[in-house]
T-cell receptor
Framework: EPEVTQTPSHQVTQMGQEVILRCVPI?????FYWYRQILGQKVEFLVS????????KSEIFDDQFSVERPDGSNFTLKIRSTKLEDSAMYFC????????????FGDGTRLSIL | KQEVTQIPAALSVPEGENLVLNCSFT??????LQWFRQDPGKGLTSLLL?????REQTSGRLNASLDKSSGRSTLYIAASQPGDSATYLC??????????FGKGTHLIIQP
């Protein structure tokens, strides 16, 4: 069964550094999402992306965050200047045709900010 | 603002039992509800999705029901097995693109 693939599985970064998390969506999927899960807390929606632009973003997704699909395959989340509170699991998810279909998640990237 | 609550937070039962996990949500204006399974250190595996017009969905030993008007869903697991041990997450989709998640039920099936 096709999968959403995320790299790296674990990223350790110094506070203030930029970090890029990568996701390869399922090939015929059109909607892409990023979520995060701080340890012990709920999974939280960050942003949705469709037709090469942001469809929606939450209040968590401030100016430090950006998303793009630079080469038509990878879908990336960039955090410009990381803070300690950015430490979390970051999940990429995709849906096939519209946002009312099941969302399929990758295994996540564990981001640790030192 | 949509809030999703899952009860119980943790559950430990002997193998073979049938069990029910509960999910409630505060805003009944949803498009669908999705149940996920999360294993330690792993991503979320989609189990079942119920559209707002549906009452239930079944997949193997799993059955999920939805009562939209009362803001409730249940996940029924029949004949539980040790391999069912995981955290089960409920998530609803409202008018926004993103899902709103509950905190999950941590399930342990004792051999």
């Amino acid at each position: 069964e096709p999968e959403v693939t995320q790299t790296p599985s674990h990223q350790v970064t110094q506070m203030g550094q930029e970090v890029i998390l990568r996701c390869v969506p399922i090939s015929n999927h059109l909607y892409f999402y990023w979520y995060r899960q701080i340890l012990g807390q709920k999974v939280e929606f960050l942003v949705s992306f469709y037709n090469n632009e942001i469809s929606e973003k939450s209040e968590i997704f401030d100016d430090q965050f950006s998303v793009e699909r630079p080469d038509g395959s990878n879908f990336t989340l960039k955090i410009r200047s990381t803070k300690l509170e950015d430490s979390a699991m970051y999940f990429c998810a995709t849906t096939r045709q519209d946002s009312n279909q099941p969302q399929h998640f990758g295994d996540g990237t564990r981001l640790s900010i030192l | 603002k949509q809030e999703v609550t899952q009860i119980p937070a943790a559950l430990s039962v002997p193998e073979g039992e049938n069990l029910v996990l509960n999910c409630s949500f505060t805003d009944s204006a949803i498009y669908n509800l999705q149940w996920f399974r999360q294993d330690p250190g792993k991503g979320l595996t989609s189990l079942l999705l119920i559209q707002s017009s549906q009452r239930e969905q079944t997949s193997g030993r799993l059955n999920a029901s939805l009562d939209k008007s009362s803001g409730r869903s249940t996940l029924y697991i029949a004949a539980s097995q040790p391999g069912d041990s995981a955290t089960y997450l409920c998530a609803v989709k409202g008018g926004a693109d993103g899902l709103t998640f509950g905190k999950g039920t941590h399930l342990i099936i004792q051999p």
